[in-house]
């Protein structure tokens, strides 16, 4: 009787944690925007002869975003001469948030996020400047935070003579989605 009783407890526990257990071990990506004194801004409108987002199968594809400042304009010039690395990487973040509000507005739930599976990020910089990669690091570091190994991703970082509206960076992302 007793190893019975054992059993049923330990289903029991294991149920619990599956479920209650793992929600609160496992904040959903809402909560982690949260924690981070985040809010998603609002997607801003497409600028030229595109759509912002394409479904194919599971797969989600988020077209560039370019950052923009606290009064909404677009930030503008070049890393290594306007902006530094640092400012440049938040110009990246800054992308990020802004194609996580897309994604958001697409899928409804972000918990519907199975893998963001690539990042391309392109840089406008100097001839001489060669930290693409750490300028983008803005954006990969967030999405990490954010979904944690979901966010961990594939990537290109690109340096680029110029980008629309004289942008930093531009940031695009493909991400997989789960059926609902």
Known sequence: ???????????IGAAWWLTAGAAETHPSPEAKLAALGLALPSVPPVI?????VVRSGNLVFLAGQIA????????????GRDFT??????????????????LKAEVGDL???????????????????????????????????VFGEKGRHARAAVGVNALPAG??????LIAEIATP
């Open 48 to 52: 030229a002869n595109y759509v912002p």
């Open 68 to 79: 923009r400042g606290a009064d909404g304009k677009f930030l503008a010039g070049k890393v």
């Open 167 to 172: 942008a930093p960076v531009e940031i695009e």
């Open 111 to 145: 918990a519907r996020v199975k893998r963001i599976v690539k990042l391309t990020g392109f840089v406008n910089c100097t001839d001489d400047f060669t930290a693409q990669p750490k300028v983008i690091n803005g954006a990969s570091d967030l999405l990490v935070a």
């Open 1 to 11: 009787m007793i190893p019975s009783l054992a059993l049923r407890l330990f289903c």
């Open 85 to 102: 690395e640092a400012q440049g990487a938040e110009a990246a973040r800054t992308c990020a948030l802004q194609l996580i509000a897309a």
